[in-house]
């Protein structure tokens, strides 16, 4: 699909200098621009590229005026890096903008769905499924009975919607994301072996929320594993039964949150995180990276290590903990001193 700097510069209402005619229809860095590609600027340090580029057209930022002779086409908006991200979602629009019902594809007769909708070939729709408008089902997708997916809602292929969750209104769910699998709930028995706690709850995603691939969110024993408003969830996580996670909270991906663990809104939780179960994570806790956490959190604190404590006290120990060798032998040294002393 090819766009001209006209007709990027009407979508993000900005100004071309240079030639508004010329075609884009790829995306590249500044550094690696081709004809025929579009880029942007917006780092400073990435300045002395914009001499060099051979991309077509590139976003700059209103105020930006070349030093040197230039052979690419400038499109002056207010911020470059918005403005790109602007398009990037333009263009998302447009290449998911898919309609129609593909086949094969099973559709269960009680599903009630708009005509607006989007279905993908081998896609199944249990019974009894409340479909919104402008969603879209892409191949191999599973949606279980009883599921509820609000207005433009997308689940990717090879998603996985259990039944009897409810999917709020512009969510995005990505592939082999696993929606409302059983909790790990056993119950031990006097013999050594386990037996299944049924888990007869669901999961209930509310709006703007994005799901990773790969990332499993377990139905609640009873009642609902709730996911709050405007959650972003990386690739690859687990989050167990009955956990709750306030609204606008981010979680890199391969962290684990075990049972009925709450946390607060606001929170940014790194990569590899450890949560342990019936813990409440207060609001607009940072968690930093490959953290264990195993103790109730308060609001605002900044927490690492394994097991975590506060921020600044992790990087005031971790000072004499690379040092220890140096510490173990000059004290060893100070108890000879003293022993001769003696």
């Known amino acids: 699909m090819k766009f001209t700097a006209e007709q990027i510069a009407g979508i993000l209402e900005g100004i071309v200098v240079g030639d508004s005619n010329i075609e884009v229809y790829k995306l590249s860095k500044i550094e690696e621009g081709t004809q025929g590609s579009l880029t942007f600027l917006s780092n400073p340090k990435y300045t002395p590229y914009i001499y060099t580029t051979e991309a077509s057209v590139t976003i700059v930022n209103s105020d930006f005026e070349p030093e040197n002779p230039i052979v690419t086409t400038l499109i002056k908006v207010e911020d470059a890096y918005e403005g790109f991200s602007k398009l990037l979602e333009y263009y998302n629009q447009i290449k998911l903008n898919k309609s129609g019902i593909e086949q094969p594809s099973y559709i269960s007769e009680t599903t009630n769905s708009p005509d607006d909708i989007y279905i993908g070939a081998f896609a199944y729709i249990g019974e ?89 969110i377990d139905r609640a024993t009873m009642g609902s594993t709730i996911i709050g408003y405007g959650v972003k969830l990386d690739n690859q996580i687990q989050i167990a039964h009955n956990v709750e996670i306030g ?94 002393n003696n």
């Not at 979680?251 to 995180?273: D, M, N, P, R, W």
């Not at 179960?277 to 207060?282: P, T």
Request: include cysteine; charge should be positive.
């Open 128 to 216: 009894n499924v409340v479909i919104g408008k402008n969603v879209k089902i892409f191949p191999n997708a599973y949606i279980g009975d009883n599921v509820k997916l609000g207005d433009n809602t997308v689940i990717f292929s090879g998603g996985k919607i259990y039944a009897d969750c409810i999917i709020g209104n512009n969510c995005v769910i990505n592939s082999g994301a696993i929606i409302g699998a059983d909790g790990f709930g056993f119950a031990p028995s006097k013999n050594g072996k386990y037996s299944k706690i049924p888990q007869i709850g669901n999961v209930i995603i509310e709006d703007y929320v994005d799901i990773g691939a790969g990332t499993t």
């Open 247 to 340: 609204k606008n909270t981010v979680i890199a991906a391969q962290t684990g949150v075990a049972g009925s663990t709450k946390i607060g809104e606001g929170c940014l939780i790194g990569g590899q995180v450890g949560i342990a179960g019936h813990l409440v994570i207060g609001n607009n806790v940072r968690i930093q990276a490959q953290s264990g956490i195993g103790r109730n959190v308060k609001d605002d604190e900044i927490l690492q290590g394994s097991p975590a404590i506060t921020y600044g006290d992790y990087n005031k120990s971790y000072v004499y903990f690379k040092n220890l060798p140096k510490i173990v032998k000059n004290i060893n040294e100070l108890e000879k001193k003293v022993d001769g």
